[in-house]
């Protein structure tokens, strides 16, 4: 079964309070000169195959529900 | 006859009764709105209250934006309905696009809850009309992700258009311009993070502030009848 990954992350110039707080934890651990930014990752399991339609519906899908483009920006991918 | 105000109630929607009381206290008739059911029964403004609906999956509002009542929201609120988005409410208008920008994690990166100073920036929306323009009021705040933000441009349009609502007097949460509440062009639809339907009852609060909304909207009604 074909399947579409797609990334978000917060914007550059949006404050990531998570990632400030996971970077610090990984500073405590003795992980120095890291800097975390967090996002999210979907696995989009896709029925039969998948055509550039498909891949489409997935883009209009993540830019609508699964990103808020105000802060967030996406990225979709083929698992390959 | 007193003004039908619609409170709609997701799944973790928390403050709907709250929402609920302070209508009726302060003189308006609550009609409870189910986030299932594509009506909203002919109410003459509508409140969407705060809570976790969803269980803020995802991202705060974003699937609550999609539910069956919204479609009717965002049709009436367009066509001037007077809605008011409380806490998570707000972040479902935002999700919806009836007001500019979004909300994200405290600055502070921990859940605030206390009594909040503000100022009223502007009285001509459909909610804030009982207040005098640069009155300082205090109502109570409760969130974890209130901190508002949008790009340079959208906020410098809010602040030469006059619709900034509410400013925070000593900024909790890393807001940008200390912004607590906005409006949409028209004044009709307002979201803020602090908690007005928590300030209408002395036995329960220091400070009844919060009424001013809901008669604010009753006058308002009234005026445009």
Same mark, same amino acid.
């Given at each position: ?12 110039? @949006?404050?990531?309070? *998570? ?12 992980? *120095?000169?890291?800097?975390?930014? *967090?996002?999210?990752?979907?696995? @989009? ?11 489409? *519906? @997935? ?22 | ?21 302070? &209508?009726?206290?302060?003189? /308006? ?146 807001? &940008? ?12 639809? &307002? ?18 502030? /919060? ?15």
């Amino acid at each position: 079964m074909p399947r579409v990954i797609v990334d978000v992350m917060p914007k550059p110039e @949006i404050l990531d309070p *998570q990632g400030k707080a996971v970077t610090g934890a990984l500073g405590r651990l003795g992980y *120095q000169g890291l800097s975390v930014r *967090q996002g999210k990752r979907f696995e @989009i399991e896709v029925d039969g195959e998948l055509t550039d339609e498909r891949l489409g *519906q @997935i883009r209009e899908a993540a830019d609508k529900l699964l990103a808020n483009t105000v802060i967030e920006s996406f990225d979709v991918r083929v698992d390959a | 006859m007193s003004a039908r105000i619609g409170v709609v109630t997701f799944p973790g929607t928390l403050d709907d009764v709250d929402a609920a009381r302070a &209508v009726r206290l302060t003189g /308006g008739e609550p009609v409870r709105l189910w986030h299932g059911n594509a009506s909203l029964e002919d109410v003459d403004a509508v409140i969407l209250p705060g809570g976790f609906s969803y269980g803020d999956y995802l991202r705060c509002g974003a699937i609550a934006r999609f539910s069956p009542v919204m479609g009717e929201v965002i049709r009436a609120a367009r066509a001037g309905l007077p809605v008011l988005g409380i806490c998570n409410g707000f972040q479902v208008l935002c999700e919806a696009h009836l007001l500019p920008g979004a909300l994200i994690r405290n600055a502070s990166r921990t859940f605030i809850c206390r009594e909040q100073p503000l100022r009223v920036e502007t009285t001509a929306t459909a909610w804030s009309g009982a207040y005098t323009p640069g009155q300082q009021i205090t109502i109570a705040i409760k969130h974890a992700e209130g901190a508002y933000v949008a790009d340079a441009d959208t906020v410098k349009k809010l602040e030469d258009d006059g619709r900034v609502v509410f400013r925070y007097l000593g900024n909790p949460n890393g807001s &940008v311009n200390d912004i607590a509440g906005v409006t949409n062009e028209r004044g009709n639809v &307002v979201g803020l993070m602090p908690h007005p339907e928590h300030n209408v009852d002395p036995v329960v609060s220091p400070s009844v502030d /919060g009424r001013a909304f809901f008669t604010g909207v009753l006058a308002y009604l009234q005026a445009v009848s």
